[in-house]
T-cell receptor
Framework: DTGVSQDPRHKITKRGQNVTFRCDPI?????LYWYRQTLGQGPEFLTY????????KSRLLSDRFSAERPKGSFSTLEIQRTEQGDSAMYLC?????????????FGQGTRLTVV | AQSVAQPEDQVNVAEGNPLTVKCTYS??????LFWYVQYPNRGLQFLLK??????LVKGSYGFEAEFNKSQTSFHLKKPSALVSDSALYFC????????????FGTGTRLTVIP
């Protein structure tokens, strides 16, 4: 399967712990996005990378959140000192270089539960 | 500021009947409009998009959508619904050239009744 891959699919953690998620985009896609989806809501934009550069961050991305894409390929999203409000589905998406008028391809997401 | 409204949380339709899932949007620039579908425990799957050109766009699985600039709408349609179309549908907008992120509606759950 050459789609967007996310790992892990599910993560249960205790409040206050740190978690890290990984996203492997489609290989020729240089644009990578992170979104968060809570129950009953549509996905909300968190951050955007073009190659290794993080070009845009949402106000939703608090100081406890950090995302990296060190070599312009896979990306990681880390949440420090998790809170119950962080429980959500974290979605990664990628798109090719002409990404403005092309669709984004989404992974299956990582479901985080903070207990 | 950009926004997307999906006024119906739930749409029920009988199998074989036409279906419509409504979407209206608000952007400051030219809208780039998308429909995605989400099945249980699956990621979002792209259905169709409007960037420019013909107002009626055709997409995957027999779906189509009509861009109406005056009504700022982009309703999703299908002439004959299948039970397998039952899923959660999201409308999304990108606020024109230069915008990087998609802004999603809250979703409409479509149930096709056999």
């Amino acid at each position: 399967d050459t789609g967007v891959s996310q790992d892990p699919r599910h993560k249960i953690t205790k409040r206050g712990q740190n978690v890290t998620f990984r996203c492997d985009p489609i290989s020729e896609h240089n644009r990578l996005y992170w979104y968060r989806q809570t129950l009953g809501q549509g996905p909300e934009f968190l951050t955007y990378f073009q190659n290794e550069a993080q070009l845009e961050k949402s106000r939703l991305l608090s100081d406890r959140f950090s995302a990296e894409r060190p070599k312009g390929s896979f990306s990681t999203l880390e949440i420090q000192r998790t809170e119950q409000g962080d429980s959500a589905m974290y979605l990664c998406a990628s798109s090719p270089p002409s990404g403005e008028n092309t669709e984004a391809f989404f992974g299956q997401g990582t479901r985080l539960t903070v207990v | 500021a950009q926004s997307v409204a999906q006024p119906e949380d739930q749409v029920n339709v009988a199998e074989g009947n036409p279906l419509t899932v409504k979407c209206t949007y608000s952007v400051s620039g030219n809208p780039y409009l998308f429909w995605y579908v989400q099945y249980p425990n699956r990621g979002l799957q792209f259905l169709l998009k409007y960037i420019t050109g013909d107002n009626l766009v055709k997409g995957s699985y027999g779906f189509e959508a009509e861009f109406n600039k005056s009504q700022t709408s982009f309703h999703l349609k299908k002439p004959s619904a299948l039970v397998s179309d039952s899923a959660l549908y999201f409308c999304a907008v990108r606020d024109g050239e230069g915008a990087n992120n998609l802004f999603f509606g809250t979703g409409t759950r479509l149930t096709v009744i056999p």
